[in-house]
């Protein structure tokens, strides 16, 4: 169950304790959204929904950033007009030790042994 929204721009967000393995796994088995949280991973700090160049429709962006707000990777929170997204990362180390390290370890291998662009 997710906290509700205070207002229209408050996002709803589980808390640590409602976070679940499942969810969190299937947030990051899309390529898409592995890719996002791999680039906010390497920078280390918030980045806007507008700093992502997906290949996929304005929609579809949206929806996995839902996706992976909803499982509890990442944490969106408006500054000012922008829409900014930080990964979870105490949370998900807390709950999971290891987990998002040896995941992020394990697809920036899969994208080296691939010949894709490296973060």
Do not use: W
């Not at 969190?24 to 280390?44: F, T, Y």
């Not at 929609?59 to 992976?68: A, E």
């Amino acid at each position: 169950m997710t906290s509700p929204a205070a207002s229209s721009r408050d996002l709803p967000h589980p808390a640590r304790e409602e976070i679940r393995l499942e969810g969190v796994l299937h947030a990051l088995s899309d390529p898409m959204r592995l890719r996002i949280v791999r680039e906010l991973a390497a920078v280390g700090q918030e980045l806007s929904c507008s700093h992502f160049d997906l290949p996929v429709t304005k929609s579809t962006t949206t929806h996995h950033f839902r996706v992976l707000r909803e499982s509890g990777v990442i944490r969106q929170i408006y500054r000012g007009t922008a829409k900014m997204n930080g990964l979870r990362t105490d949370d998900l180390d807390g709950l999971f030790p290891g987990l998002l390290d040896a995941l992020l370890d394990a697809a920036g291998r899969q994208a080296a042994r691939l010949g894709e662009s490296g973060l």
